[in-house]
């Protein structure tokens, strides 16, 4: 069957408005669709629009946008906290906390609430089998990972991760949908934990923390080597404090649980600091602080 992307995917929900849901959704939306977004309470709900709607002000500002653009990528945006009102999605991306089982509850209710019999349930899990999420449902045919890069709105790249049961259609709509709708660069991958960017990169900044904790080298000295040293744009614990420690730990368990290979196994410092509450750039402070 031959899709047109535009007509096909114009209703998208989105289910989170954290880091990753909310640069989702202003993607979605300054692409011209209509976008609805979702969170579990009236208090997260306005903390994520004001996120989004922050983010679109920085981007008006830098020119990015005109001041027209931003009034109609704002006035395509919705937002609930029920996801009773995704029902007439024709494309919904969960984008929540890297947990499976939060992750298969918000699938089964939305096999439940939305409508369209060919409708696109996605997720933005950066390490989670697809497969066990598509199972939950009864469309298993239409479950898809769709990863995006934080920030959303800036990286260029989409992993897309088909299940073993994911259909060639729903497959050939999501890339439609990444490449003609979004503008993104979209590159497949197998449904194995870490797909292909964090099965390369978790190692590499557990690394950098193995380092950092044995007292090799500073914070400092360790991301300017691999800034000046090979031209990366950011250190590894810099970037690690941008993912979210919190991420970084999830995603490393979960590549850990598949493979067993010890380089996949999160160092000590980096789960005591994400039981202290040090996740980063989001909590204020990580490997460094923020203000």
Do not use: W
């Not at 979605?28 to 709900?45: D, K, M």
């Not at 089964?108 to 497969?131: G, H, K």
């Not at 810099?238 to 979210?244: P, R």
């Amino acid at each position: 069957m031959t899709y047109t992307p535009a007509g096909d995917i114009a209703r998208v929900g989105v289910v989170g408005c954290g880091q990753m849901g909310a640069g989702i959704a202003e993607v979605c939306a300054r692409a011209g669709l209509e976008v609805r977004v979702a969170e579990t309470t009236g208090e997260a709900l306005e903390i994520g629009r004001t996120r989004l709607f922050n983010s679109l002000a920085k981007a008006a500002e830098r020119g990015k946008i005109s001041a027209e653009e931003l009034e109609a990528t704002q006035a395509r945006l919705s937002f609930t906290t029920d996801l009773g009102e995704f029902a007439d999605r024709d494309l919904v991306i969960e984008a929540v906390v890297e947990n499976e089982q939060v992750k298969t509850e918000i699938f089964q209710v939305l096999d439940q609430v939305v409508t369209r019999p060919d409708a696109i349930l996605a997720s933005n899990t950066s390490s989670i089998p697809l497969v066990k999420l598509a199972v939950a449902t009864s469309r298993p045919d239409h479950v898809i990972g769709v990863h995006f890069f934080n920030p959303a709105p800036v990286q260029k790249l989409v992993e897309l991760i088909p299940a073993l049961t994911t259909s060639e259609g729903t497959l050939g709509r999501a890339q439609a949908f990444a490449e003609k709708l979004l503008g993104k660069h979209a590159i497949r991958a197998q449904d194995r934990s870490g797909f292909v960017v964090n099965a390369l990169l978790i190692p590499y900044l557990l690394s950098a923390i193995r380092m950092f904790e044995s007292g090799i080298a500073s914070r400092e000295d360790i991301d300017n080597g691999m800034e000046l040293g090979c031209a990366h744009p950011m250190g590894p614990l810099k970037l690690s404090d941008l993912i979210g420690l919190d991420t970084v730990a999830s995603v490393a368990q979960s590549m850990y649980d598949e493979y067993k290979e010890p380089l996949y196994a999160a160092p000590p410092l980096l789960q005591r600091m994400v039981d202290a509450g040090r996740l980063g750039r989001k909590s204020g402070s990580g490997f460094y602080t923020y203000g």
